[in-house]
C-alpha cells in the first residue's frame, strides 16, 4: 500500500498570493477559505520512510505542518529518503535550497533538470557527497534509494508528457520557448506490493492517447488542476496568458481535462496545482460543483490517501 500526503495543493504563488486581491485571495485572507501552499507531494511504503515529490518554495512550513515528516531522533534527522522533480519550475525546485543543512538524502530528475540544477551554483548548497543526484530513467520502472543506496520501498516510473520549459528558462526565439521532451515528466508511484499506482501530473499541456493508455483500472490520479477555463486569468484580470501558454490544461470544456479522462476508469481522480484564480477553490461555485458531478476531488493541504 502508497501512503500518499499533499503537502501542497496549490499552483505558482499560493494562496493567498502575496499581490493578488481576487476573490479566492480575499477569502483566505479573511479565514473563509483554508491557505495553500505551492504543490508538493510525499509518499512512503511504510509510513517511517518517505519521499518527496517536488521541494515547494513553502517546504519549510509544510514539514512544520506534517508530523510524519519531521525528525525523529537526537541531534538531527528526517524521514525523508528522497527528492523527485517533476520539472526545474521554481515552484517545484526553489524548496531544495531550504534542505541544506548537512542531510543526506538523494535527489531524482531527468538528465535535463539535473543539468539545469547543476549549471545554477547556488544549488551546490547541496554538498554532493551527502546529496548524490540521481538520473530518472524513462519508460522503465525503479526503486527510489536513499542517499546511502538503501530502498525506500517506494516504486516510480517516469515518463515524458507534453508541456512547456520552466519559465526563468524559456527562450523567446525558439520554438516552443526551448522546451525539450524531458522539461516535464508525469510519474506512475508504487511500492512492491500494491496493486493501484498513483499517476501523478501536475503540470500537463494536452492528454495525448499514449498518455492515458498508461493508466489501469486500480490507478489513481493527481491532475493539473491550475485553471478551470483557458483563458481564465485574462478574463479575471491577473494575467495576460492563457492556461495553454503557460503549458497547462485547463479542467473544463471539451478539449478539456474533465472530458478527456472521461472515458478512462480510476480508482481516484483528484485535482492538484490548483491557481488562485480557479474558482473551483470557492466551496459553492457552480465550477466546484462541475468537478464534483464529474466524480473529481479536489485536493488540499494535509489531505491523506492510500493506493492499494
Known sequence: MLRVIVLGAAAGGGLPQWNCGCDACRAAREGRLAPQTQSSIAVSADGAHWVLINASPDIRQQLAATPALQPQHFPRSTPIQAVLLTNADVDHIAGLLSLREGQPFALYATGRVQGVLAANAVFNVLDH?????????????????????????????????????????????????????????????????????????????????????????????????????????????????????????????????????????????????????????LPHSPERAAIAAAGWQLAHDGMEFSVE
Open 129 to 281: 557527497l551527502l546529496v548524490p543526484r540521481r538520473k530518472l530513467a524513462l519508460d522503465a520502472q525503479q526503486p527510489v534509494l536513499d542517499a546511502e543506496g538503501r530502498d525506500s520501498g517506494v516504486r516510480v516510473e517516469a515518463f515524458t508528457i507534453p508541456g512547456k520549459v520552466a519559465l526563468w528558462l524559456e527562450d523567446p526565439a525558439a520554438a516552443n520557448f526551448g522546451s525539450v521532451a524531458e522539461d516535464t515528466i508525469g510519474l506512475a508511484i508504487s511500492t512492491a506490493d500494491s496493486v493501484g499506482r498513483l499517476i501523478y501530473l501536475p503540470g500537463c499541456a494536452a492528454l495525448p492517447a499514449d498518455i492515458k493508455a498508461r493508466l489501469r483500472p486500480g490507478d489513481s490520479l493527481l491532475f493539473d488542476g491550475t485553471t478551470y477555463t483557458d483563458d481564465e486569468m485574462i478574463r479575471a484580470g491577473l494575467g495576460n496568458k492563457t492556461a495553454a501558454r503557460m503549458g497547462h490544461l485547463p479542467m473544463s470544456g471539451e478539449a478539456g481535462s474533465m472530458a478527456l479522462w472521461r472515458d478512462v476508469p480510476l480508482a481516484g481522480k483528484r485535482f492538484i496545482h490548483i491557481n488562485n484564480s480557479n474558482p473551483v477553490l
